[in-house]
Each structure stands twice: as C-alpha cells, then as structure tokens.
C-alpha cells in the first residue's frame, strides 16, 4: 500500500487556512493514484507529529505544501515526523532544487518518501499563468499584460525570495507576458509600488502563497491602493495610477495546484502519470512549459 500526506501550515486563527490543502486532497483521492490521502497541520489537527499515525500504508509519500525550502520544510517537518538520518544536505539544493529524500520513519516502521515543497517545482509556473488566466477570465492572457509574481520576502531565508524570482524568471522566458517582474511584500523591489515597475497598463498580481490569508485579503490590497480599507472590498480590476490591476488572491487556491503535489510525488518514484493527465484535464492545465 502506498500513501500521500500533503502537509501544510494551517491556522488557529484563519478557518480558510487549510481549505487547498483538504480541497487538493480530495482532488488527489479522487483519482485513486494512493490507497490513501492524508493532510497534516503544524497549526491543526491532525498534527505533523501525529499524521503518520493515521496511515496503514508501509510507504508514504509526504509533499509539503510550502512555497520555499527554509525552517519548516529543512526542520521542523523532518522533526515532528521522526525521519531518522535526515539532514537537510540529502536534498543537495541550491535553494529552490529539492527534490526528495528517502527515509525510515522507525517508531512508526514506514519508509517515508520526504519531497521538496510544491512552490519550488517547476510545475508550479504552469499554475501561477493558470492564475492569471482564471482572475481575467482569458485563457490567452498575456499579450499587452504585465505579471507580478508577489512574494513575502524575508531576511530571515534568502530562499523565500528565490522561488518568486525562479519562477518569474521561468514565465518570463515563455514570453507570453509583456512584462513579468518579481515583487515582495518585505524587501525591494516591494509590492506596494507594482505600478512603478509596469509600462503595460493592465497587470495581473499573483502572490505565491498557499492561501488566502491576512497577507493576500489584507495587506496586499491596501498596500497596492486597490482599496483603502480591505472590508469594503475592491474591483477587479482595478484603476491604480493609470494602470488596471488584476488581483488574482493566492496562487494555492488555483485547482491546478492538485497537480503539482502530484509531480512533486512522481519526482519520489510514484507511479502517477494516470493521475496527473487526470487532473491537468480536470483543471484545464496546460503540459509543462520547457525549462
């Protein structure tokens, strides 16, 4: 038996938080690619330490669904999981390359398929365009548009603001946007001047992050003058400077993200193709752009 645990950060304070994640499983089960699909939290139950308790199956594929490698995917996931023998340097990355790592989970006897984070994937800039083409309602979007593709940014990892910059970089070698540029919300060049770094007068903002939140339904908006108060809402889109500003929210929401947690799974040696045709069909994704 073969399992998929797809862990997340959750939230104690945000109900919406850990919607993907059940939302992206179900997609998953519903394939029948495992015989089983969990989800674990850090903030929710069932807990990291615990979800490896609720699955029968001697092998487990586990996918974190975070944007960057950093302190949850490189420690406190291996941690609460008790995978014996991990060391951050198995995964051999450059800071956005992760893969996997096969290791014994002992106190629960599973061989645990320990995969890179989704939002470093390659598979994930198929869903970011996806995600313009869903908040314009256009499925060529691209021609006279600019991208934004908004991060968090952090000091604290250099590697947070390395997935926004890969990924803007992949998009931008498809050629398909006018312009694509990488923003951040703590760092320059900040997303609170998206119109500054834009000629194209529509752009579409996509912030990489797993789900909405008070970043992505409130400081974003505000911070880019969508709105002067996020309760009251906003257009989309949007008139800021000359400029029309499509907002999408976070790229986890986008139902091809289900995809990527696969691809992330087949790069460990699951045997998923079935399943990933399925879901790409499912979520009208596009095949994988060319590196």
């Not at 939290?41 to 487990?60: A, G, M, N, Q, Y």
């Not at 996997?100 to 470093?120: E, F, I, Q």
Request: include cysteine; aromatic fraction near 8%; hydrophobic fraction near 35%.
């Amino acid at each position: 038996m073969e399992a998929l645990v797809i862990v997340a950060h959750g939230s104690h304070l945000n109900a919406g938080s850990s919607a993907p994640t059940f939302d992206h499983a179900d997609t998953i089960r519903a394939t029948g690619a495992f015989d089983e699909v969990r989800e674990g939290f850090w903030k929710e139950e069932p807990s990291f330490r615990e979800v490896l308790r609720t699955v029968e199956s001697d092998e487990v594929y586990v996918v974190p669904l975070f944007i960057s490698e950093g302190y949850f995917t490189e420690e406190v996931i291996p941690r609460e999981l008790r995978l014996d023998d991990w060391d951050p340097e198995t995964w051999d990355s450059d800071g956005t390359s992760a893969t996997h790592a096969t290791l014994r989970a002992t106190d629960v006897d599973k061989t645990v398929h320990y995969c890179g984070p989704v939002g470093t994937h390659e598979a994930m800039s198929d869903v970011i365009v996806q995600r313009a083409e869903s908040v314009t309602g256009d499925p060529d979007v691209g021609d006279g548009f600019g991208l934004a593709v908004v991060g968090h940014g952090t000091e604290r990892n250099e590697n947070s603001a390395k997935a926004i910059e890969y990924h803007a970089d992949r998009i931008r070698d498809m050629g398909r946007f006018d312009e694509v540029k990488a923003l951040f919300m703590d760092e320059d060049p900040e997303v609170d001047d998206v119109t500054d770094f834009f000629e194209s007068d529509d752009v579409v903002v996509v912030p990489l992050f797993i789900a909405d939140g008070y970043h992505t339904q409130e400081d974003i908006p505000e911070d880019m003058g969508l709105t002067d108060d996020y309760r009251e809402g906003w257009d989309t889109p949007a008139e800021v400077d000359g400029h029309r500003i499509w907002y999408s929210g976070a790229v986890g929401t986008e139902p091809l993200m289900a995809d990527v947690v696969l691809e992330r799974a087949a790069d460990a040696g699951a045997d998923v193709d079935a399943a990933v045709e399925r879901v790409r069909a499912e979520t009208g994704g596009a095949e994988p752009a060319d590196d």
